[in-house]
């Protein structure tokens, strides 16, 4: 009588854990992701050591001049633009596992209005990444704490319209360095 339950115990416990790996996805390990700015790290590089050591690393040039910008498309595409994605009403927060020793701005671009493509501009509400520089540090973050240009009573972000994730360093310093293990959001 006892082996029943416990039987369908570990039937419901590997059914729940395969039904909560399906319905999140991981971008680092998934999408390819883009650079722009005064980095030592080009496009092809970064992909190489993502797909080798599972982690992205950005370090700052010498004297850099301008941001540097790190971002993904939430849907996969063959470059930086790309259709949005409509996340359900069950996607609650997006986690990220990162290191870094500046603060990092993260932007959540939305699409056009159409809910066809991800345009430079437009809306990119956002939240802050304070600097870890000594370990990796893993933050769940809400969707309503993306905020347009994060003001406290900014737009809310639209989760149905969503394109990229941007990792902006507005001032970076010589040898910064920004290392992400995981981007986790929910489907």
């Known amino acids: 009588m006892i082996r029943l339950p416990v039987s369908f115990l ?22 390819d992701w883009y650079i722009a700015g005064p980095a030592e790290e080009n496009q092809t590089t970064l992909n190489e050591i993502r797909k080798k050591e599972g982690v992205l690393r950005v370090t700052a040039k010498d004297s850099p001049v301008g ?14 633009d790309g259709a949005a994605t409509n996340l359900s009403d069950h996607s ?23 809910g066809t493509g991800c345009i430079h501009g437009g809306s990119h509400p956002r939240v802050d990444l ?27 972000l639209d989760i149905h319209n969503l394109c990229k994730f941007n990792f902006v360093n507005y001032n970076p310093v010589t040898g910064s360095v920004l290392e992400i293990k995981s981007v986790i959001l929910q489907n």
């Not at 570990?10 to 999408?31: A, P, Y």
């Not at 941001?67 to 930086?80: G, Y």
């Not at 304070?130 to 809310?156: E, M, R, V, Y």
């Open 10 to 31: 570990v039937v419901l416990f590997f059914i729940s854990g395969f039904t909560n790996k399906r319905n999140t996805r991981d971008l680092v390990k998934e999408n």
């Open 67 to 80: 941001e540097i910008e790190l971002n993904v498309m939430i849907t996969a595409s063959d470059s930086n």
């Open 92 to 114: 609650k927060f997006v986690s990220i596992t990162y290191k870094s020793t500046q603060l990092i701005k993260l932007q959540a671009r939305e699409g056009n209005e159409e």
């Open 130 to 156: 304070p600097a870890t520089p000594s370990k990796f540090t893993t933050l769940k973050i809400p969707w309503p704490h993306f905020k347009q240009d994060g003001l406290p009573n900014g737009k809310l």
